[in-house]
């Protein structure tokens, strides 16, 4: 859903991004994993996603094995510990202006990735199949298909409003309207050839 709100939101972006597509892969083709190195601004994109919406406010909890110390903080043995990562995305030493989405920012290649999937040797252990997997996802929609905003009923484009909605564990969005169109009837055929091809 974060995915799909950028996209709305941030139409520049998503062109940027299917040209660097259609460029580097041809003007009607799915991507694939050994692909992904040549697309590096499809990579910031999602990047910039994972930063500006994280899923999960904080990263998987971690337990301290010993007493310690850290920054003048006592830390007791047995202590859940819990990552704040919406709090890290947020940083403003470390990504300026934290509310506005700008995929260029991670061209630069000293800038961290948000840890979604946790630190060090605790890290999760399905975090590249899990990357991985998103790769696939948000490219192979950004290649088929063009999100936009709803029309009201006389037609007219309307502005989409975000809104954040309550939840304990995830950070959601509540539900909004958007147009997804296929970028060419050419987009529509490659889809049903994959999609009968998988059967």
Same mark, same amino acid.
């Given at each position: 859903?974060?995915?799909?709100?950028?996209?709305?939101?941030?139409?520049?972006?998503?062109?940027?991004?299917?040209?660097?597509?259609?460029?580097?892969?041809?003007?009607?083709?799915?991507?694939?994993?050994?692909?992904?190195?040549? =697309?590096?601004?499809?990579?910031?994109?999602?990047?910039?996603?994972?930063?500006?919406?994280? #899923?999960?406010?904080? #990263?998987?909890?971690?337990?301290?094995?010993?007493?310690?110390?850290?920054?003048?903080?006592?830390?007791?043995?047995?202590?859940?510990?819990?990552?704040?990562?919406?709090?890290?995305?947020?940083?403003?030493?470390?990504?300026?202006?934290?509310?506005?989405?700008?995929?260029?920012?991670?061209?630069?290649?000293?800038?961290?990735?948000?840890?979604?999937?946790?630190?060090?040797?605790?890290?999760?252990?399905?975090?590249?199949?899990?990357?991985?997997?998103?790769?696939?996802?948000?490219?192979?929609? =950004?290649?088929?298909?063009?999100?936009?905003?709803?029309?009201? #009923?006389?037609?007219?484009?309307?502005?989409?409003?975000?809104?954040?909605?309550?939840?304990?564990?995830? =950070?959601?969005?509540?539900?909004?309207?958007?147009?997804?169109?296929?970028?060419?009837?050419?987009?529509?055929?490659?889809?049903?050839?994959?999609?009968?091809?998988?059967?």
């Amino acid at each position: 859903m974060s995915f799909v709100a950028a996209m709305v939101s941030n139409p520049e972006v998503q062109a940027k991004a299917q040209l660097e597509l259609d460029t580097v892969l041809g003007p009607c083709s799915l991507p694939t994993i050994s692909d992904r190195e040549r =697309l590096p601004y499809v990579n910031n994109l999602i990047s910039e996603v994972i930063r500006w919406r994280p #899923a999960l406010p904080t #990263a998987i909890p971690h337990v301290c094995l010993d007493d310690d110390k850290y920054k003048g903080y006592d830390i007791l043995k047995g202590t859940i510990i819990f990552g704040n990562v919406w709090s890290i995305s947020r940083d403003e030493s470390i990504y300026p202006d934290p509310e506005t989405f700008d995929p260029e920012r991670f061209s630069d290649p000293l800038l961290p990735q948000v840890p979604i999937f946790g630190w060090g040797r605790r890290r999760c252990p399905g975090a590249s199949f899990g990357d991985a997997s998103v790769f696939i996802a948000v490219a192979s929609l =950004l290649a088929t298909f063009t999100f936009s905003n709803a029309n009201k #009923a006389g037609g007219e484009n309307m502005h989409t409003k975000l809104e954040n909605t309550s939840n304990s564990l995830f =950070l959601e969005l509540k539900p909004f309207e958007f147009k997804l169109n296929l970028r060419s009837q050419a987009h529509g055929e490659l889809i049903h050839k994959n999609c009968d091809a998988d059967q």
